[in-house]
């Protein structure tokens, strides 16, 4: 009876009991942590929105390379990598880095709704996409280079909850107040957030 009770007290201090498995370490071994843009620092914050940028103006044409675009909105490739990877992509190790078509990625951005200038958090790079089109549009109609109903594509177009404007007499009334004048920058930095 005592080697029976001395068995199964070995079995029971076995030092595998506290240890992962090799098979479950190698399910986390070498991949990146997911980390919210609502928890970075604001130094990495203001990196990220540097990063959207970049991506933005490979989308958009401005730039022929993400290093160029990276290079242009002073970031560097290493950092997109780090805080969007899930917006660029590499065939093979040493190979071309490309843009994804899209991304899920959310940011915060300054459109102009109906309540006026409002930081709202854009879902995904067509919602940033949308907003930024919807900026360009509306500052191209109060400069005179496109008629007011350039506004009218935009009804009923919400983001973040908020719908945007696309009255013209109301762009007027707050141009003429002076709200389309606080729109300094696209992406909110992290330290006007509310």
Known sequence: ?????????????????????????????????????????????EARVRCLAAINRVRRGESKSLSAAARAEKTTVTAIW?????????????????????????????VLSKQGVLSVTARGSRQRELAGQHRAT???????????????????????????????????SFAQAGDVGQLDSFYVSPDTSA
């Open 138 to 172: 509306y500052l191209r109609v109060l400069q005179g280079k496109e008629p007011p109903s350039a506004l009218k594509r935009y009804r009923g177009t919400k983001i973040g909850g908020h719908e945007l404007i696309s009255d013209y007499e109301l762009l007027l």
């Open 82 to 110: 780090e805080l969007l990877p899930a917006a660029i992509t590499q065939h093979r190790p040493g190979g071309r880095i490309r843009v994804k078509a899209s991304d899920r990625y959310s940011a915060k951005v300054q």
């Open 1 to 45: 009876m005592s080697r029976q009770n001395s068995d199964s007290s070995k079995r029971q201090a076995s030092p595998q009991s506290g240890k992962r498995s090799s098979r479950q370490l190698s399910r986390t071994r070498g991949k990146g942590v997911y980390q919210s843009p609502w928890r970075l620092s604001p130094r990495r914050q």
